[in-house]
């Protein structure tokens, strides 16, 4: 019933805003599919291509996949909560307790690679627990095949998975034979550890094609990691714990702690708590490798729903007390993380999530730069080039500028690049729209650069577009092939 709700929810807002600017580029990347892209492996810009073949090019069909994938999250936490005892009141309240963080609000209004993520590392966590509990060596390849369809969309898994491997070397069921856990099914079989290698085949096989291309084109994803690292600096590390529970939702931390302390305390969840013992590994891996706050939340999810039982049990009229916490938890995450204020408000929301203001003002950008496009003399137009700072505006371009007669937008940023540069025969002038950081990293490689216009989205929002110039350039003094592999950028 709530993921239900949650859905219903997270559909009839999903069309108040726009477009956030990563949607825009997996649907510009769901046009050109392959096994792996510099900054992503190939899933999610497939869910992109369906959801809008299925639903519509709009931001209204597009998120209906993600809220889909939203409910199901809801269904796994409710899931985990009875893997690990809750009765059918706790189970509500672990399903409740999901549809409320804004983390799951934030990923089920958007399509973004977190939101298949969420439910994978959720699935994922769940055939844990049942293998932990039953020590049935038949619970290994469908945990195989979870983490193999997980690396399709995100490397996020290989962490969770090495923490909970962490977690079992240090935690009590060390004091068991490991035989237990890697027994093969059937009388008379030899103790092996035949289940956990076919884990590991059947998650390489089916993540096979995008090894092999990540492999083949010099691994971009740890490239683009490490400048990902390098953006969040020492400022990003100290503010790692107090970002995640603030997107977590500072209301449902009690829980999360209550369900912390069980899993290290109750004998009868002793054969969980490999799952309290993983979080603060996983989140010490994400620190070291400069993720993001958020690549934990999965999991913070899963002791969560640890927690549920005993919140439920020792509350007394446990609903007259715990409904308003959750209806608490989801007004406040429901403000900071869906569109429900006017846009102009949008510029107080973005203080807390940015990705508010990224939803705002695509079209009118496009109008920008379709009016400096056609102010070009037409005898020139037809060997000009449009170029674009980032996949966010190549995509916006793509979107909407059909309408306007703007030609196949360029972009060295990301996939983008991989794309191809313009054709050697388009030497006429060049059209840039350069983000407002003041670096002019386009601007310097053309002559005679002049700002024809810029960026305004019309509610003065701190987006990453607001303020950008609009440039018009001479053409390049060498063929675009020759200059092309200075424009990369991660």
Not at 5 to 15: C, D, F, M, T, Y
Request: with cysteine; hydrophobic share 50%; proline share 8%.
């Amino acid at each position: 019933m709530l993921a239900a709700v949650l859905a219903a929810v997270l559909v009839s807002l999903s069309g108040r805003y726009g477009f956030h600017r990563d949607e825009l580029y997996f649907l510009l990347a769901g046009r050109h599919p392959a096994w792996g892209y510099v900054d992503e492996p190939p899933l999610t810009p497939l869910l992109a291509r369906a959801g809008s073949a299925a639903f519509g090019a709009s931001p209204a069909g597009l998120r209906v996949v993600p809220a889909l994938l939203s409910a199901c999250s809801v269904v796994l936490t409710a899931l985990l909560a009875r893997e690990l005892g809750a009765g059918r009141g706790a189970q509500i309240f672990a399903a409740g307790c999901c549809a409320c963080s804004g983390y799951v609000l934030a990923i089920g209004h958007l399509l973004s690679t977190s939101t298949f993520d969420l439910t994978a590392e959720l699935g994922v966590l769940l055939l844990t627990l049942r293998l932990l509990r039953t020590r049935d060596g038949r619970r290994w390849p469908p945990l195989g095949v979870a983490i193999g369809v997980t690396l399709l969309n995100k490397q996020l898994v290989v962490s969770l998975v090495l923490a909970l491997l962490v977690a079992l070397l240090l935690g009590p069921l060390t004091t068991r034979p490991w035989r237990e856990l890697v027994r093969r099914p059937g009388p008379g079989c030899a103790r092996v550890l035949l289940g956990p290698l076919l884990a590991l085949v059947l998650a390489l096989l089916i993540c096979a094609p995008t090894l092999w291309w990540q492999a083949t084109n010099g691994w971009p994803e740890l490239k683009v990691a490490r400048v990902l690292s390098h953006v969040s600096g020492v400022s990003g590390r100290l503010l790692f714990l107090p970002l995640q529970l603030l997107q977590f939702s500072p209301i449902l931390v009690p829980v999360a702690i209550v369900g912390l302390l069980r899993l290290l305390r109750d004998d009868e969840l002793r054969w969980a708590r490999p799952l309290a013992l993983a979080y603060p590994v996983l989140c010490v891996l994400v620190l070291v490798g400069g993720g993001k706050p958020y690549y934990p939340l999965p999991l913070l999810l899963a002791v969560t729903a640890a927690g549920c039982e005993p919140v439920v049990r020792r509350a007394r009229r446990s609903w007259r007390t715990l409904t308003p916490m959750l209806l608490l938890a989801a007004a406040t995450s429901a403000l900071a993380a869906l569109p429900v204020l006017p846009v102009p408000a949008v510029a107080v929301t973005n203080a807390v999530d940015v990705d508010q203001g990224e939803q705002v003002g695509w079209p009118r950008f496009t109008r920008t730069v379709a009016a400096a496009w056609t102010a070009i003399p037409a005898a020139s137009r037809a060997h000009a080039v449009l170029l674009t700072s980032n996949y966010g505006e190549a995509g916006a371009l793509a979107r909407y500028g059909p309408a306007y007669g703007l030609p196949v937008a360029y972009s060295g940023h990301m996939s983008l690049y991989d794309w191809g540069p313009p054709p050697d025969g388009s030497d006429g002038p060049v059209l840039l729209v350069e983000q407002a950081d003041g670096r002019h990293r386009l601007q310097r490689r053309f002559p005679d650069c002049r700002t024809v216009d810029r960026i305004d989205n019309g509610h003065g929002i701190g987006n990453q577009e607001q303020n950008a110039e609009v440039v018009l350039c001479e053409g390049p003094h060498q063929p675009w092939s020759t200059l092309w592999p200075s424009l990369r950028q991660y």
